[in-house]
């Protein structure tokens, strides 16, 4: 297999590159590229999602590479009120979240299909799932995927393609402590919320990724799964 994760640098991407290691080829993307080197991958490129050139590059390197697995994992998060919505923010999230694993989909299909065998992976959140009040922009790119992986899934089944969504809840990342941050909540109270009352480690993500992979899970496509600690269930 010849593996590329999107947004590998650090947080979910880089514990998923790091555990798919023994099963295949892996590259990987960011935008520190110190990060990405230090991760020993087949290859790399620095690319910064939201710049069609360089969104274009990569779809280049997709091709050059050919990848079977694509990870989309790469995502950006914004809390504001909706009435604060900025028409480059917007624009921005709509390109890194939405935007850039529908084009890097589209680049890395016809290999696949010339292959007869592919996996797409993208990394939703419960927010595309339930909704996140003050993060209306991150939830609706992320519901985006969800949709997205459902009508792939129908339409490249037949070639022997995968496409699932996986939705973490609050991880331990940068990211989710970052969004824990921004919000008008405490991390007490927002764990308080989750019925496990824990954070979701990487590597609980990374390791249904390697399933997902697998020729084990050739009958899973379409898929929107969750992966909370039971957020998503009710408090």
């Known amino acids: 297999m010849n593996i590329l994760v999107t947004g590998a640098s650090k947080g979910i991407g880089r514990v998923i590159a790091q555990e798919l290691k023994t099963?295949?080829?892996?590259?990987?993307?960011?935008?520190?590229?110190?990060?990405?080197?230090?991760?020993?991958?087949?290859?790399?490129?620095?690319?910064?999602?939201?710049?069609?050139?360089?969104?274009?590059?990569?779809?280049?390197?997709?091709?050059?590479?050919?990848?079977?697995?694509?990870?989309?994992?790469?995502?950006?998060y914004i809390y504001n009120e909706i009435e604060k919505t900025k028409i480059n923010k917007l624009s921005h999230i709509m390109a890194v979240n939405l935007k850039a694993p529908i084009y890097l989909t589209a680049r890395a299909v016809p290999y696949m299909k010339e292959k007869g065998f592919g996996r797409i992976i993208n990394i939703g959140s419960i927010s595309g799932v339930m909704g996140e009040a003050n993060a209306s922009l991150y939830s609706a790119t992320?519901?985006?995927?969800?949709?997205?992986?459902?009508?792939?899934?129908?339409?490249?089944?037949?070639?022997?393609?995968t496409v699932n969504t996986i939705n973490p809840g609050w991880v331990d990342t940068e990211l989710?402590?970052?969004?824990?941050?921004?919000?008008?909540?405490?991390?007490?109270?927002?764990?308080?919320?989750?019925?496990?009352?824990?954070?979701?480690?990487?590597?609980?993500?990374?390791?249904?990724?390697?399933?997902?992979?697998?020729?084990?899970?050739?009958g899973i496509t379409g898929q929107s799964i969750n992966v909370c600690a039971g957020l998503s269930v009710g408090i």
Do not use: W
Request: net charge negative.
């Open 176 to 218: 989710g402590k970052k969004s824990i941050e921004e919000s008008e909540f405490s991390e007490e109270e927002i764990l308080d919320c989750v019925p496990q009352k824990r954070y979701v480690d990487p590597k609980e993500i990374a390791g249904l990724v390697k399933y997902l992979i697998s020729d084990s899970a050739r």
């Open 142 to 161: 992320k519901a985006g995927l969800v949709g997205f992986a459902k009508a792939t899934g129908l339409e490249l089944a037949e070639y022997g393609i």
């Open 23 to 76: 099963t295949g080829k892996i590259y990987v993307c960011a935008r520190n590229e110190a990060e990405l080197k230090s991760l020993k991958p087949a290859g790399y490129m620095t690319c910064d999602l939201s710049h069609e050139y360089e969104l274009s590059k990569l779809g280049d390197f997709i091709v050059e590479n050919k990848i079977d697995v694509l990870v989309n994992n790469a995502g950006e």
